[in-house]
Nanobody, 123 residues
Framework: VQLVESGGGLVQAGGSLRLSCTAS????????MGWFRQFPGKEREGVAF????????YYADSVKGRFTISRDNAKNTLYLQMDSLEPDDTAMYYC?????????????????WGQGTQVTVSS
């Protein structure tokens, strides 16, 4: 199983980035997906979640109204559209594939992880 993130980079405050996560080696539609981020010296925190069908989404309060999670099951790809970026959004971003049950923001719910993509927002 592989999850490969892309789309990170350096952007000015107020700008946008779109992260992608392409999955292989698993039946993508069977998994609920999440985006997490990790600040230096901190635990990973949940950013957004999407159910297998895309019908249900959840967001961390800090990104509500600015980030949008989506998925294309035909392409085995997960997305995170990030708008109105702030310097506090600077972190390593990870996608994760999980099974059912538990809190969406609990990293322990997810069984597969990508290697991460760095997002840096300058002020």
């Amino acid at each position: 199983v592989q999850l490969v993130e892309s789309g990170g980079g350096l952007v000015q405050a107020g700008g946008s980035l779109r992260l992608s996560c392409t999955a292989s080696g698993l039946n993508f539609i069977n998994y609920e997906m999440g985006w997490f981020r990790q600040f230096p010296g901190k635990e990973r925190e949940g950013v957004a979640f999407i159910s297998w069908s895309g019908a249900t989404t959840y967001y961390a309060d800090s990104v509500k109204g600015r980030f949008t999670i989506s998925r294309d099951n035909a392409k085995n790809t997960l997305y995170l559209q990030m708008d109105s970026l702030e310097p506090d959004d600077t972190a390593m971003y990870y996608c994760a594939a999980g099974t059912y049950g538990g809190s969406w923001s609990d990293p322990g719910r997810y069984v597969y992880w990508g290697q991460g993509t760095q997002v840096t927002v300058s002020s």
